[in-house]
């Protein structure tokens, strides 16, 4: 039997009018793997900053600790376990400084942690990445954050936090936002490493599938309390909480109807390539050249992982660069003949919605954000410009939040739905929809999901949604064109792709979505 690592007795933590964790018990056995499982805000968060010993000004926070066979101690005085504890955060959580050598930062924490000279703290780290099947050697981490992708960045903090040999693993959403191939290659090195050093992992996760990857024992949580727990099979069975059959059924997106025969062929074409090729000259091939039309309503998905030439293509089709060969045409104009001036009107008739938030101004209001397009483009009265504003907000349920709320206020999943608003008042002939799920909660994607279908639905633009995640494309385009290193490799029907794939990359990327709610922990 194993011995108990961690017990947390009553802990409760509070803001003024919220309680959001309310007498929370857990014990953790050495070696286990616990799963805190629920949307964003339903307490998990809490319990990570506790045992973290990170929480926030003005929390109040009760209840008792105990570690091992240490005497229990308040949670609110709190300092510093007393036994090995690392702490893993995902690589969109901003932990690292986005300017500084991203492998000075990593050993000077292991360097604190074993209590050791830097030296030793940096053969350590090496040593960690040697062993992760697949991940970057040690030279790439002496680059900032700010250069690094995030799939490289996570590698990186991933290895850290084995390299501080814990006894207790706390993984903060240490996966979320990475695409499912690397995110499911990750979820291995966790449980190989674990098998091999013996720690525990407590794991807060937001989406079924980690849970699903990792095993153990799944607690699932609303409201700052847990509903139910158990194994991920019986969660995900029929007789689970209601509230439980719900998240799951949230995250598990029913694809689009099959078209109607030559469906896609019945409006005028909005996008059509010739021949053009794109990307590093390197990876040009005889016959690389694509040929295809996206026509108006239809929906397009250009499917592959982070680096394969979804985006150098994207833009290559709306003119930002020029392809090595071949020509465009947007909306029956070639963009290859076409000064700067006019590709920037041109670009007007495209709306963009992406799983970052760069794409809006944090420093401009919700409703600036929304009239901006109106105002600037279509020259519309005031009191028009505010009627059309306020019907998208309402559209994607942000009619409640003030208006002169700044776009740096809101949440992730608020700015996404901004995008979505923002897109419906420009009327687009094109949306390019990048990656428009990533980092959101089961919950989120479904509302997000919902949106964007009814967007498409009502306002007939044409998709080219970019996705490493076969489940999206399923579930916001009928086809889609898969890539990898600056290639198309396959292309067709989604619903062919998912069942008879011919291209091994293919067959991968549907197997790390569509079978990411496995419920049995992957093998290492």
Not at 173 to 192: I, K, N, T
Not at 425 to 447: K, M, N, T, W, Y
């Amino acid at each position: 039997m194993s011995a108990r690592l961690l017990t947390i007795e009553e802990l409760t933590v509070a803001t003024p009018g919220r309680i959001e964790l309310d007498r929370f018990s857990l014990a953790v056995d050495a070696g286990e793997t616990v799963v805190l499982l629920g949307e964003a805000g339903c307490g998990k968060e809490a319990v990570m900053r506790v045992l973290a010993g990170a929480p926030r000004s003005g929390e109040t926070i009760s209840g008792t600790l105990q570690f091992g066979a240490a005497p229990p101690e308040r949670a609110a005085k709190l300092v510093r376990p007393p036994l090995r504890v690392a702490y893993l955060s995902g690589a969109h959580a901003g932990s690292l400084s986005r300017h500084a050598s991203v492998s000075s930062q990593l050993v000077r924490v292991i360097a604190r942690k074993l209590g050791a000279a830097r030296s030793t703290a940096r053969a350590e780290f090496a040593l960690a990445l040697e062993r992760l099947d697949g991940a970057p050697p040690p030279s790439a981490f002496d680059r900032p954050a700010a250069k690094l992708s995030a799939r490289t960045l996570a590698w990186g903090l991933v290895a850290a936090a084995f390299a501080q040999a814990p006894e207790l693993l706390l993984a903060d959403h240490a996966l979320s936002g990475l695409a499912p191939m690397p995110a499911r290659l990750l979820a291995r090195a966790l449980l190989a490493e674990q098998k091999r050093q013996g720690f525990a992992i407590l794991y807060a996760a937001m989406n079924t599938d980690v849970a699903g990857w990792l095993g153990g024992r799944v607690l699932m949580m609303r409201h700052g309390k847990v509903v139910e727990e158990g194994p991920i099979a019986r969660l995900a069975g029929a007789q689970a909480h209601t509230y439980t059959q719900t998240f799951f059924k949230a995250m598990v997106p029913a694809p689009l109807p099959p078209s109607a025969p030559r469906a896609s062929a019945r409006g005028q074409p909005v996008l059509q390539a010739y021949g053009v090729e794109f990307g590093r000259d390197g990876a040009k091939r005889p016959g690389d050249g694509l040929t295809f039309e996206l026509r108006r309503g239809a929906s397009l998905a250009l499917l592959g992982e982070d680096g394969s030439g979804r985006r150098a293509l994207t833009r290559v089709l709306l003119g930002l660069d020029r392809p090595r060969a071949g020509r465009v045409v947007l909306d029956a104009v070639d963009v290859g003949i076409l000064a700067e001036k006019m590709l920037l009107r041109l670009r007007r008739r495209v709306a963009m919605i992406a799983g970052t938030d760069d794409v809006l101004d944090p420093r401009m209001t919700l409703w600036d954000t929304v009239s901006e397009p109106l105002r600037a483009h279509l020259k519309l009265p005031r009191e028009l410009v505010a009627n059309y504003r306020d019907a998208a907000l309402k559209r994607v349920g942000l009619a409640s939040l003030p208006g002169d709320c700044g776009v740096s206020d809101l949440s992730i999943f608020d700015k996404r739905r901004l995008q979505v608003a923002r897109a419906i008042v420009s009327a687009p002939l094109l949306a390019v929809i990048d990656e428009p799920l990533r980092g959101l909660d089961a919950f989120a994607q479904s509302v997000m999901r919902d949106l964007l279908r009814n967007f498409r639905a009502q306002e007939g633009p044409s998709f080219l949604v970019i996705t490493s995640d076969f489940a999206v494309a399923q579930a916001l385009s009928e086809e889609a064109m898969v890539l990898k290193d600056g290639r198309v490799i396959e292309r067709g029907a989604l619903a062919d792709l998912a069942r008879a794939p011919k291209e091994p990359q293919t067959r991968a990327l549907v197997d790390a979505s569509i079978g990411g709610l496995s419920l049995a922990p992957a093998q290492g």
